[in-house]
């Protein structure tokens, strides 16, 4: 009975973090539309957004990486019940088979003195320690916003030069609430506490969506980079609520020499080069964009934000799940089984990727248009982003390749080759910009992204194959053709179906209810496809749609 009663109490936590993580994505959604429409595309937006980049750009790479490092610290060796769970549902649908002996997934990572002895005192001691480091940083903001604005947009001239400025100055005091936010969601995930870092975007794009509606006209675009600074301070507040509710209690110490806070940062080492690494490839579309037609930084801004989602909803969802399982199995050295798992990973995400892929080329227009095109983001700017997208897509796959790949290598504590794979993928995409960005402007740069993404993901791919032996290429020469046929139908019959119902009628509910309707007719297209293709996921999920069926008519 309390077996029973554990797994419903997980369950629920489980549904309200979903719940909690598509609600911000829809407010997010609501808030970008909302900046479209009242902002538009052009010259005060792409100052906006590359003022927002250069205030937060170092202290979210810091963040990052302690949020994600804080996790084991904290939790030492105890098992996640929530991971757990997401872990055994994945199993139980068919989709993976796991050899070995024991059920326990365990975080190996432990701070150099073994478990900590005390919590409070580590945390308030990494607190402190942040909060200087967050001062000595927005001080090199502050003073050095000319410099940093030159780095991340060097062709911005005259007004919005000194604009682009002005807005990272007031964007400042993000700074130090990122700071202390990503102490706070380590300390909240190690203790598994998720609801609220899962629900922090929504009071997050609250404070947006408030101002933009009521405020937006009256404050301009500075207002903008101030309701920017409650948004984030908003996470922190909701964050520093349930830190309260933990009894946790600050304690005002500051030791660098701290065993633990030393270990803490040779952790942390991998993890921030490697977020660095990645947001590179973003600063050099966005310098090289700054010289171009005024909006071709909004316009990969919005178009990279779609391409974000998808990965955030689909890819990044799957690889959390196998991740740990990869671990346990690299860790009892059962490589059959990692290779198992890594493979139906794989297909599951090619599986989704590769329509997705399609369907965003074909629909990117009446996408962009549907979301955007409003108030001051007019026609013009709707080609621009959805071009963007379109060649942002292309990289899809190998954007969600690299991740699993990624994980992967984490997974049997290989860290330096994703880090080199990371640099050559920059310097591949650097490469690429320079040359597209003279022929093709600011869709250049969303291919050259592209490209180069899939390049690292076959390097990758190329490493992995010596470390782990073969995935079987002959498997996925047959397996990726069996897609490519249904993806191929599927975007025939959709671009068809769409240039018919866009003859129909173009008015906002029309179209959103084509839209809708395109896109559901394509996905179940696609799967009866691969069905009788007979691709072993889409009947395994046939299979499990039918017993439930089954299940809920005995009942």
Not at 42 to 69: P, R
Not at 193 to 208: C, D, E, L, M, R
Request: charged residues 15%.
């Amino acid at each position: 009975m309390k077996a029973i009663n554990e797994t419903r109490k997980v369950a629920k936590s489980a549904i309200l973090i979903m719940m909690f993580l598509l609600i911000s994505k829809f407010l997010g959604f609501f808030r970008d539309i909302l900046i479209a429409s009242k902002f538009g595309s052009g010259m005060e937006t792409d100052a906006y957004f590359v003022a927002s980049t250069a205030c937060v750009f170092f202290i979210g790479i810091i963040g990052n990486g302690l949020s994600v490092t804080l996790v084991p610290i904290i939790s030492g060796t105890e098992e996640s019940s929530i991971t757990k769970n997401f872990i055994y549902r994945f199993k139980s649908l068919g989709f993976i088979t796991i050899s070995g002996k024991g059920n326990k997934i365990r975080y190996n990572c432990k701070t150099e003195s073994g478990s900590l002895k005390n919590t409070d005192n580590y945390i308030s001691n990494l607190l402190n320690i942040i909060i200087l480091f967050a001062l000595v940083v927005s001080l090199m903001t502050w003073f050095g916003a000319p410099l940093l604005v030159k780095v991340f947009a060097k062709g911005f001239k005259g007004n919005q030069f000194i604009l682009a400025v002005e807005l990272t100055k007031i964007g400042v005091p993000m700074v130090f609430f990122i700071a202390c936010s990503s102490i706070f969601s380590g300390l909240l995930q190690g203790k598994e506490k998720f609801n609220t870092t899962a629900a922090i975007g929504i009071p997050y794009n609250i404070v947006f969506i408030i101002f933009l509606l009521f405020y937006s006209e009256r404050f301009g675009i500075r207002g903008l980079m101030i309701a920017s600074v409650f948004a984030v301070s908003s996470q922190f507040l909701l964050q520093a609520y349930s830190v309260h509710k933990l009894n946790y209690s600050y304690k005002p110490k500051l030791n660098f020499k701290d065993k633990d806070i030393i270990n803490t940062l040779y952790i942390i080492a991998p993890v921030v080069i490697g977020t660095m690494v990645d947001k590179i490839n973003s600063i050099v579309d966005k310098t090289l964009a700054s010289e171009l037609t005024k909006g071709s930084i909004s316009a990969l801004n919005y178009s990279n934000r779609l391409n974000s989602l998808i990965l955030n909803v689909f890819v990044i969802g799957i690889t959390t799940v196998i991740y740990p399982m990869l671990s346990k199995e690299f860790s009892n050295r059962n490589i059959d089984s990692a290779q198992s798992i890594l493979k139906k990973g794989m297909n599951i995400i090619l599986l989704i990727i590769i329509p997705t892929t399609v369907g965003i080329m074909i629909l990117s227009t009446p996408i962009i248009k549907l979301l955007l095109e409003r108030g001051a983001f007019d026609s013009n700017a709707t080609r621009m982003t959805s071009l963007a997208l379109v060649f942002y897509s292309i990289g899809l796959i190998g954007m969600s390749l690299r991740n699993i790949f990624n994980k992967t290598f984490y997974s049997f504590k290989d860290t330096k080759t994703p880090m080199k794979n990371g640099v050559l993928t920059v310097i591949i995409n650097i490469i690429l910009n320079l040359i597209l960005v003279k022929t093709m402007a600011h869709v250049g740069l969303a291919l050259g992204t592209s490209i180069a993404e899939i390049s690292g993901a076959l390097l990758l791919l190329f490493n992995l194959r010596r470390k782990i032996g073969g995935i079987g290429l002959k498997y996925y020469t047959v397996y990726l053709g069996k897609l490519g046929i249904s993806a191929g139908v599927m975007g025939i019959f959709v671009y068809f179906l769409n240039t018919f119902l866009s003859n129909i009628g173009s008015s906002n509910i029309l179209s959103l209810i084509f839209l809708i309707l395109t896109i559901l007719s394509g996905g179940i297209i696609y799967l009866v496809l691969c069905y009788l293709l007979k691709i072993e996921e889409v009947k395994l999920l046939v299979k499990y749609i039918k017993e439930f069926i089954l299940r809920k008519r005995c009942l």
